[in-house]
């Protein structure tokens, strides 16, 4: 892999990297002003507690397949600002799936309970050492431990550890419903990390792993803006010079894609 970018190589190893320097200045003042419009405009549900909020909007170039979503250009400015950075990291097979998210957690809130959110865990393609799925985490705001920064376990992407069996399913899939009193979800793992992030920064996790965030304890608003992007093709990505898992090699290419988030026998 030494030939590849180290950014690239991090998120193969550990499930994810931090980019320096990926928005302008001026962008990030646009973004924070944008954002602040949608957050105060939306009625905010309960089961955005965890969250703080989730604001699907969707582009008009880069559009949704699923038409609920309200339409905002801004989207698609995020989506072409993106472009050059996937490019630069090799994975601009990885399309946007044309919506961003608005994940702003409000003074004296809540924590998000540990989870993943690669949905698709009877496929083989599970193993693969190249990321399939990932996010993009736009950060409008400086983020550390009191305001409630990302927690991440590295390596979770690809190997299966205590906590795995203990986790109820994300968001819709039960997480929604759980109490803060739930010592698996909420626990302080041996193995987590703490990712102090500035804002103008971007964070790129394989959807595999293992994450959660500190609750914000601050007086201040701390919002990041979330992008889903998947590679469509289940084919080994024409960069990939490593070992294939065998089970990937005998793959069914015509597999459907069946919709399940619990970690089954791909995980390790």
Same mark, same amino acid.
């Given at each position: 892999?030494?030939?590849?970018?180290?950014?690239?190589?991090?998120?193969?190893?550990?499930?994810?990297?931090?980019?320096?320097?990926?928005?302008?200045?001026?962008?990030?003042?646009?973004?924070?002003?944008?954002?602040?419009?949608?957050?105060?405009?939306?009625?905010?549900?309960?089961?955005?507690?965890?969250?703080?909020?989730?604001?699907?909007?969707?582009?008009?170039?880069?559009?949704?397949?699923?038409?609920?979503?309200?339409?905002?250009?801004?989207?698609?400015?995020?989506?072409?600002?993106?472009?050059?950075?996937?490019?630069?990291?090799?994975?601009?097979?990885?399309?946007?799936?044309?919506?961003?998210?608005?994940?702003?957690?409000?003074?004296?809130?809540?924590?998000?309970?540990?989870?993943?959110?690669?949905?698709?865990?009877?496929?083989?393609?599970?193993?693969?050492?190249?990321?399939?799925?990932?996010?993009?985490?736009?950060?409008?705001?400086?983020?550390?431990?009191?305001?409630?920064?990302?927690?991440?376990?590295?390596?979770?992407?690809?190997?299966?550890?205590?906590?795995?069996?203990?986790?109820?399913?994300?968001?819709?899939?039960?997480?929604?419903?759980?109490?803060?009193?739930?010592?698996?979800?909420?626990?302080?793992?041996?193995?987590?990390?703490?990712?102090?992030?500035?804002?103008?920064?971007?964070?790129?996790?394989?959807?595999?792993?293992?994450?959660?965030?500190?609750?914000?304890?601050?007086?201040? %608003?701390? +919002?990041?803006?979330?992008?889903?992007?998947? #590679?469509?093709? &289940? !084919?080994?990505?024409? *960069?990939? %010079?490593? +070992?294939?898992?065998?089970?990937?090699?005998? #793959?069914?290419? &015509? !597999?459907?894609?069946? *919709?399940? %988030?619990?970690?089954?026998?791909?995980?390790?």
């Amino acid at each position: 892999m030494q030939n590849l970018p180290s950014g690239l190589i991090q998120l193969m190893e550990d499930g994810y990297a931090v980019i320096d320097d990926a928005i302008p200045i001026s962008f990030l003042s646009e973004l924070r002003k944008w954002s602040e419009v949608w957050i105060n405009r939306t009625v905010h549900p309960k089961n955005w507690k965890y969250q703080g909020s989730d604001i699907k909007i969707t582009g008009i170039k880069h559009q949704s397949r699923r038409h609920e979503f309200p339409i905002d250009p801004m989207v698609d400015r995020i989506v072409d600002h993106s472009a050059d950075i996937m490019s630069n990291l090799l994975i601009e097979d990885l399309c946007s799936g044309g919506v961003f998210q608005i994940i702003s957690k409000p003074p004296m809130s809540s924590a998000l309970y540990w989870h993943q959110d690669w949905g698709r865990w009877t496929d083989p393609i599970s193993l693969s050492p190249w990321p399939q799925q990932v996010f993009l985490n736009w950060y409008l705001t400086d983020t550390n431990v009191e305001n409630g920064c990302l927690r991440l376990i590295p390596g979770t992407h690809k190997s299966r550890i205590d906590l795995h069996r203990h986790l109820v399913n994300a968001h819709e899939g039960g997480g929604y419903n759980i109490k803060e009193t739930n010592e698996w979800m909420f626990c302080d793992h041996p193995q987590a990390i703490d990712l102090h992030v500035k804002a103008g920064q971007l964070v790129i996790g394989d959807a595999r792993l293992l994450h959660a965030t500190h609750p914000n304890r601050s007086t201040e %608003r701390r +919002t990041v803006l979330l992008g889903w992007y998947y #590679r469509e093709s &289940n !084919e080994v990505p024409e *960069w990939w %010079r490593g +070992t294939i898992p065998n089970e990937i090699r005998r #793959r069914d290419k &015509n !597999e459907p894609n069946v *919709w399940d %988030r619990t970690p089954g026998k791909y995980l390790r």
